[in-house]
C-alpha cells in the first residue's frame, strides 16, 4: 500500500510560477513511478509528467514540456513539479499518482495508477 499527498497548489497570475510536492510512503520510493496530472472544470483528466521508478527519468505532455519540470528527491520520499510560465489554461485541480508496478508505455494513462492523493488546486488568473 502506497500513500500519497500533494501540497503547494495556489492562485497565481499568469506568466508566474508554483511548485507542487507530492510525498509518497509506504514503498522503497526509488521504485515507485510517480505521475501529475490534472482535471479542469467540465474536461477529462489530463497526463501532465511522470517520473519513472527506479531511473527518475520524466516524460512530459506537450502542453507543458519546456515549462514545467518534475524533480524527484529519493532522501525525502518526494516528487515535485516545478510549473514556470503559467498560462490560464494550467488552471486545475492537480493530482498525484503513483504505481510500483506500471510500464513504460502506460505511463501517461492514469488508470493504470493504482494511488492517487486528493488532488490540489492551481488557478492561473489572466
Known amino acids: 500500500q502506497v500513500e500519497v499527498a500533494e501540497s503547494g497548489g495556489g492562485l497565481v497570475q499568469a506568466g508566474g510560477s508554483l511548485r507542487l510536492s507530492c510525498a509518497a510512503s509506504?514503498?522503497?520510493?526509488?521504485?515507485?513511478?510517480v505521475g501529475w496530472f490534472r482535471q479542469a472544470p467540465g474536461k477529462e483528466r489530463e497526463f501532465v509528467a511522470a517520473?519513472?521508478?527506479?531511473?527518475?527519468?520524466?516524460y512530459y505532455a506537450d502542453s507543458v514540456k519546456g515549462r514545467f519540470t518534475v524533480s524527484r528527491d529519493n532522501a525525502n520520499n518526494m516528487v515535485s513539479l516545478q510549473m514556470n510560465s503559467l498560462k490560464p489554461e494550467d488552471t486545475a485541480v492537480y493530482y498525484c499518482?503513483?504505481?510500483?508496478?506500471?510500464?513504460?508505455?502506460?505511463?501517461?494513462?492514469?488508470?493504470?495508477?493504482?494511488?492517487w492523493g486528493q488532488g490540489t488546486q492551481v488557478t492561473v488568473s489572466s
Open positions: 499518482a503513483a504505481s510500483t508496478t506500471i510500464i513504460l508505455s502506460a505511463l501517461r494513462n492514469g488508470n493504470q495508477y493504482n494511488y
Open positions: 517520473s519513472r521508478g527506479n531511473g527518475g527519468y520524466t
Open positions: 509506504g514503498h522503497t520510493f526509488r521504485a515507485i513511478t
